[in-house]
């Protein structure tokens, strides 16, 4: 009896207990832009170069020598933003490479609508609240051709101020968030990506078009994943004083579950 009794509590135990989060080193979300204004050719080119840059045996070597490795999910936004893979759990280098085949055959949602960088980055921000992850880091990674375009903002402003509030969301909870402008049709973009995408701590990696993003990514991804210093042609933002209050309750959900 005392034996049924012991079996039953523990089991309503378990029950009533939250499977803690599994430790890794790092969980980062990737960001990515499939507007309307980036073509088939421009898409397939993005979706390589995340492909070739996971089979970078930098990267792959890294990754196999972190503690409890890293967890990867893909966000893609045009008006709306979707998941385009899901959170993965890469630790060796077979793990590793079955992402980048994954990456290689990624299909591209949505209806090829505007730039709504707010709604990928807030797709993003759920998304690290709802895994089952828990990251001595959080990065997300946000690239595209172009300023955002929804929700109130057009792609003439300078600022964003519903993208600017996500981007502090973001880093109340915790998260670095790091751009990739695609400089081919929006010059100024890497500027706006400053004022209104990366957070503090946060850099900019410039792609000039989309044939020279597969070199940046890589690069990019590397920095991010080693947690190395960042290199001389990246745009690091300056500190900001929008960061203050990290204590909101709100916000505090969002934090891994430690």
């Given amino acids: 009896m005392r034996t049924q009794l012991f079996s039953a509590a523990l089991l309503a135990f378990c029950l009533a207990s939250p499977l803690a989060a599994a430790p890794i080193a790092l969980e980062l979300s990737l960001v990515i832009d499939v507007s309307g204004s980036i073509d088939i050719s ?3 080119l993005q979706r390589a170069a995340y492909s070739a840059a996971f089979n970078l045996p930098s990267i792959q070597s890294t990754i196999a020598g972190l503690t ?3 967890a990867v999910n893909v966000i893609q936004f045009d008006s709306s933003a979707f998941t385009a893979l899901p959170w993965t759990l890469l630790t060796d280098n077979a793990s590793v490479s ?3 085949s994954s990456l ?3 299909a591209r949602q949505g209806t090829n609508g505007g730039t709504n960088i707010l709604a990928g980055m807030n ?3 759920a998304s690290f609240a709802g895994n089952s992850y828990d990251g001595t880091r959080m990065v997300m990674d946000v690239s595209g051709d172009g300023e955002q375009n929804q929700q109130g903002c057009q792609s003439s402003d300078t600022v964003c101020a519903a993208l ?3 981007r502090d969301n973001a880093a109340r909870a915790g998260i670095t968030v790091n751009g990739l402008p695609i400089l081919a049709s929006a010059p100024d973009l890497a500027v706006y990506y400053q004022n209104n995408v990366i957070t503090s701590g946060g850099f900019l990696k410039v792609s000039a078009d989309f044939a020279s ?3 940046a990514i890589g690069s990019k991804l590397y920095q991010e994943i080693s947690n190395a210093p960042i290199a001389p042609n990246a745009i690091p933002e300056p500190g900001s004083a929008a960061l203050l209050g990290l204590g909101i309750a709100v916000l505090a959900a969002l934090r891994k579950r430690r």
């Fill in 98 to 100: 079955a992402f980048a």
């Fill in 42 to 44: 421009e898409y397939n």
């Fill in 68 to 70: 409890g490795g890293i």
């Fill in 213 to 215: 993003f597969e070199a």
């Fill in 104 to 106: 290689a055959s990624m």
């Fill in 123 to 125: 797709a993003s921000l």
């Fill in 164 to 166: 600017q509030a996500v």
